[in-house]
């Protein structure tokens, strides 16, 4: 057996052949007298009393599932996601379906594999994992999710900035993310830009010490590195302090609020309340990112959550530990679980599960990509929990039960391998770039 075939296997582990599913359900409409459509017209017919099958179409549960259908020699036509597979599979082999309109999947497929899912994020997770096998070198272009955003910034060059990027840039540079849009990694930078005092214009930057200072310095938002104001060696300190406030590197944010608190302090037994005053401002400023525009981006070196999603069957939680480049998914379990079992999947979580034999890995903006569009989707009914060394199984125990209290409705996007951009609205289409200077 094929190396893809064991992945399909294991992907996609239950199968049907499609002439069989499709004779049982040209017999359970019809009641009269079929053939298998793989056998020869010599054989003798198969008589239906009209009654529904025990096997065939009957078989195939009417659930969400990812599922792929084959050619005879194993060459894959198609893999989808759907929320009803049975209908689906109805609908693809339908001898009423309108000429043009769409492929009857009876006259040329084989054989069909597929996995039940019990919700939109499974879902997705398993077809991404079925085309990437199935279709290696076009995957990319049968995911209905956008690419997700990076702030990267690598502290050895010459200018260290800022950049936006889809791709995560290699080390010493230090990666946070992932955003949903360009616009909210923009947002972000602005933020910090704004609150450390950095330069917004690199190519005046690249002048140093010989640019024209913009309006910024004028404003007294910027110290003026490219005109010589300060050295480049004390404006790499500032950098060196927002990098360490963005990725909140060894407790860096908690550091800084530290050392503000203490700088309002002096300056108020200074009796220099205007100083005072200015660091105050940098302080709620700073509050107000931490807890808004902040709470989205992570050092992506330490990435990590803990996905809480609907099992494949009522009362039942499927929870899911997705790092930099994989995701677990852990064994399904009663919505009445208790602490212990949440202390075990945090076991899992601050173990680097990316080097167990048993995980694949894979790009890591990819995974992220999959992760950021779910978690930031309406219609998604899961629950997303940035694993935090500190966070104790009790604290996540409440998390899970106020989100078991008020879970609501949500919808299986369809997504397939021919077309992938039905399951995006107009203002979801993806939005891919390169590196790109703010």
Request: charge should be negative; charged fraction near 20%.
């Amino acid at each position: 057996m094929s190396d893809v075939n064991k992945q399909i296997d294991h992907l996609l582990p239950d199968s049907a052949a499609i002439a069989q599913l499709a004779n049982s359900m040209a017999a359970e409409n019809s009641g009269e007298v079929t053939h298998d459509l793989s056998s020869d017209a010599s054989e003798p017919a198969e008589v239906s009393a009209g009654k529904p099958a025990l096997e065939g179409m009957a078989g195939i549960p009417a659930k969400p599932a990812v599922y792929a259908c084959f050619l005879a020699d194993g060459t894959p036509i198609i893999a989808a996601t759907t929320a009803n597979l049975r209908n689906a599979l109805k609908n693809r082999i339908s001898n009423q379906t309108p000429a043009g309109k769409r492929i009857n999947y009876a006259e040329i497929a084989d054989t069909i594999r597929f996995r039940r899912v019990g919700s939109a994020f499974a879902a997705s997770w398993w077809y991404y994992r079925t085309v990437r096998t199935l279709f290696p070198r076009r995957y990319a272009s049968m995911l209905a999710w956008k690419p997700a955003w990076f702030v990267t910034l690598n502290p050895d060059v010459e200018f260290p900035h800022f950049t936006l990027s889809n791709k995560l840039a290699e080390t010493p540079a230090v990666n946070v993310g992932p955003l949903l849009s360009r616009h909210k990694a923009r947002s972000v930078v602005e933020s910090i830009e704004d609150l450390f005092d950095l330069c917004r214009y690199y190519d005046i930057l690249r002048q140093a010490p010989n640019g024209n200072p913009c309006a910024y310095k004028e404003l007294g938002k910027c110290p003026a590195p490219c005109d010589g104001s300060i050295p480049m060696l004390e404006y790499r300190q500032q950098i060196n302090a927002a990098v360490g406030f963005l990725s909140d590197s060894r407790g860096a944010r908690t550091q800084w609020f530290d050392d503000q608190t203490q700088r309002i302090r002096q300056a108020a037994s200074n009796q220099d309340f205007r100083l005072a005053a200015a660091h105050k401002r940098k302080l709620d400023q700073a509050d107000k990112l931490a807890d808004g525009k902040l709470t989205e981006v992570h050092d992506m070196d330490k990435w990590k959550y803990l996905i809480i999603q609907r099992g494949k069957t009522a009362n039942w939680i499927a929870p899911f530990v997705a790092g930099p480049g994989w995701i677990v998914p852990l064994a399904e379990v009663q919505d009445t679980l208790g602490v212990q079992a949440i202390a075990n999947w945090m076991k899992v979580c601050r173990q680097d599960v990316s080097t167990h034999s048993m995980v694949d890995v894979y790009p890591v903006e990819e995974v992220a990509a999959l992760v950021t569009y779910h978690k930031y989707r309406p219609r998604d009914a899961g629950l997303y929990i940035p694993v935090d060394e500190q966070m104790g199984a009790e604290i996540i125990a409440q998390a899970i039960q106020f989100w078991l209290n008020h879970k609501g409705d949500y919808d299986m996007p369809e997504i397939n391998s021919a077309n992938p951009s039905a399951a995006l609205t107009a203002d979801q289409q993806p939005e891919v770039g390169s590196a790109d200077q703010p």
